[in-house]
C-alpha cells in the first residue's frame, strides 16, 4: 500500500517560502534529515522550480532546523502545485 505524499508549505530559514512533498528520514545528527520532493518555490504567488537554475533533481536532501514553519496550502495552491508535478 502506497504511502500518502504530504505536502506542505515551508517557510525557510533564508525566508524563501517553498511548497514541497515533505518526508522526514534517519540521518546521522548533523546530516539531512528531510527530503523534499518536487519542490517549487513560491514568488508573487507563481510556483517555480526551486534552485532550477542550479539542479535538475526532483529530490533535495535539506536539515529540518532550516525549516522555521510547516503549514498546510490553501486549496488554490494545493491545486496548482498538484497540477505542475504531474
Do not use: R
Not at 545528527?29 to 526532483?58: R, S
Not at 536532501?61 to 491545486?79: C, G, H, R, V, Y
Request: hydrophobic share 40%.
Amino acid at each position: 500500500m502506497e504511502e500518502a505524499k504530504v505536502i506542505k508549505v515551508l517557510l525557510l530559514s533564508n525566508q524563501e517560502i517553498v511548497v514541497s512533498e515533505i518526508e522526514e528520514v534517519a540521518a546521522e545528527f548533523g546530516d539531512p534529515n528531510c527530503k523534499l520532493t518536487k519542490p517549487y518555490k513560491i514568488v508573487d504567488g507563481a510556483l517555480h522550480k526551486w534552485m532550477e537554475d542550479y539542479t535538475k533533481q526532483n529530490e533535495v536532501m535539506i536539515n529540518s532546523d532550516k525549516i522555521l514553519t510547516l503549514a498546510d496550502p490553501t486549496p488554490t495552491l494545493l491545486e496548482k502545485y498538484q497540477d505542475l508535478i504531474k
